[in-house]
């Protein structure tokens, strides 16, 4: 009797696909199997939808995959679409490509009913308004924003220092936005690369890498000699320079003194005692 009236509903409202166990599903009383038919009706009716708790924002790294998610519910017999805002350029179509740009790639997953839009490589041309299109008449769209980010290197307090004589230099690279952290930072003062073991002495550095990597160059005892250009060097990240003026008793308000050790970490601070008194 259940599954007749199953079928004589599916007949009457045109029913494109659905299994018996997802309706049952919309029963009130599991127990009794009481059948909601005015639910299922409704549930019929309103065709595919798109699931909107997914995010509409989605930031990826230059040159790291990115992937656009679009769950859809109740699809049927339906195809979704790829359409690019900027160009109104359609990318795909199912499964399939239509774009000479074979970084764009439409994956599904049945298992949650989600069609992704795959950008391999993204550059910073790529960020823009992403639309998943469901192929109902008219039809019907879930906008997404895709935002592409390069990395940042940052020295704070720059790009002059003023700094007393005898000082602690505190120099702070800051680098973000990396797809991994870099493998080395080198830094270099005048364009030469720094010898931390040099005669000189009191020269170190301290990197802390993830997803945000600092690396700390520190200059005790700060000499004229010390004066000129430094620059920070991430293995693959755009480098960054500052330039330090030692001060022989001259003090511009930029000078740097006891708000040298601010933004070093708990770490550094350790370190840097350490070194102080070897």
């Known amino acids: 009797m259940l599954f007749s009236r199953l079928t004589s509903c599916q007949s009457k409202h045109f029913v494109p696909k659905m299994n018996v166990t997802e309706m049952l599903m919309l029963g009130d009383d599991v127990h009794g199997f009481n059948f909601n038919e005015e639910q299922l009706v409704k549930y019929i009716d309103r065709g595919p939808y798109f699931d ?73 041309r790529d960020s823009g308004v992403y639309e998943c299109q469901i192929s109902t008449t008219p039809p019907v769209g879930y906008t997404m924003i895709f935002s592409v980010v390069e990395p940042i290197t940052t020295i704070p307090g720059g790009p002059e220092l003023y700094i007393d004589l005898g000082s602690t230099v505190n120099l702070t690279c800051i680098v973000k936005h990396l797809p991994d952290p870099p493998l080395m930072v080198h830094w270099t003062h005048n364009n030469q690369e720094i010898n931390y073991d040099s005669p000189r002495g009191g020269v170190s550095v301290i990197t802390e890498k993830g997803d945000i990597t600092t690396s700390y160059l520190l200059i005790q005892r700060a000499q004229i000699s010390d004066s000129g250009k430094y620059s920070c060097l991430p293995s693959n990240a755009n480098s960054k320079s500052v330039y330090v003026h030692i001060l022989n008793g001259d003090h511009p308000a930029a000078v740097q003194r006891g708000n040298m050790f601010v933004g070093l970490s708990f770490n550094a601070l350790i370190l840097l005692m350490i070194i102080a008194h070897i």
């Open 52 to 124: 909107t708790t997914a995010t509409k924002n989605v930031t990826s790294l230059v040159g790291k995959t990115g992937h656009l998610n679009c769950r859809i519910k109740n699809l049927g017999n339906k195809t979704v679409s790829w359409i690019r805002h900027r160009d109104l350029h359609l990318l795909t179509v199912s499964e399939s490509t239509y774009t000479s740009d074979q970084r764009f790639t439409a994956i599904y997953n049945k298992q949650t009913g989600d069609w992704s839009l795959q950008i391999k490589y993204p550059q910073i």
